[in-house]
Each structure stands twice: as structure tokens, then as C-alpha cells.
């Protein structure tokens, strides 16, 4: 089964940016869409942006215009570019298949936000 690896969290100021990676050890390009998804301390899991085989992508709400998804079939890597950061968006970010989740949990990366 195809194994989930994400990388490039860490300690952002408010406003500023980071970029996230997720390696799939398999190829993605059979895969429609791809997600990622983030869970705060105590809160749920939630879907912040996903994006298919196509290209078209789809954000939550709180993320729009701020957040931007790709993927890079060739190198099995789904990326976030993560703008304009906020506190709210402190949390574990995690990439998985979209809508359904096919593949296990990878262990996240943190992303935490704050002066």
C-alpha cells in the first residue's frame, strides 16, 4: 500500500508562510484527487484543500485565497502553500486521497502559528 510521509511544518509568525510536502512512496497518478487535511488540538479532523488528477481544486472556506494546493505526478508529492498565515491555523497537517480516505494516516507535520 502506498505510504504517506509529510514534511515542512514548523513555527510560522502570523502572516508569514510555509510550505508543506507529502511524498507518496507509490505513484498518486492513478489517484483522482488528493487532500489535505489538518486536525487543532482537541478538534476534529478537517479538510482544508484537495485537488484532482485535472487540476481543479476545492478549499474550505477559512483557507480561500490564502492557501494554494498542487500535486506533482511525476514525483508522487502533494504540496500546500500555506500565505497569510493565521493562528487558527495552528494544527497537524495531513495529506490523504480525497473524498474518501483510502490510504493510512501518515504522522502529520505540525504547523504551528504564533508570535
Known amino acids: 500500500q502506498v505510504q504517506l510521509v509529510e514534511s515542512g511544518g514548523g513555527l510560522v509568525q502570523p502572516g508569514g508562510s510555509l510550505r508543506l510536502s507529502c511524498a507518496a512512496s507509490?505513484?498518486?497518478?492513478?489517484?483522482?484527487?488528493m487532500g489535505w487535511y489538518r486536525q487543532a488540538l482537541g478538534k476534529q479532523r478537517e479538510l482544508v484543500a484537495a485537488i484532482t488528477f485535472g487540476g481543479s481544486r476545492n478549499y474550505a472556506d477559512s483557507v480561500k485565497g490564502r492557501f494554494t494546493i498542487s500535486r506533482d505526478n511525476a514525483k508522487n508529492t502533494v504540496y500546500l502553500q500555506m500565505n497569510s498565515a493565521k493562528p487558527e491555523d495552528t494544527a497537524v497537517y495531513y495529506c490523504?486521497?480525497?473524498?474518501?480516505?483510502?490510504?493510512?494516516w501518515g504522522q502529520g507535520t505540525q504547523v504551528t502559528v504564533s508570535s
Open positions: 490523504n486521497t480525497h473524498p474518501i480516505v483510502t490510504l493510512a
Open positions: 507509490g505513484s498518486i497518478s492513478g489517484i483522482y484527487s
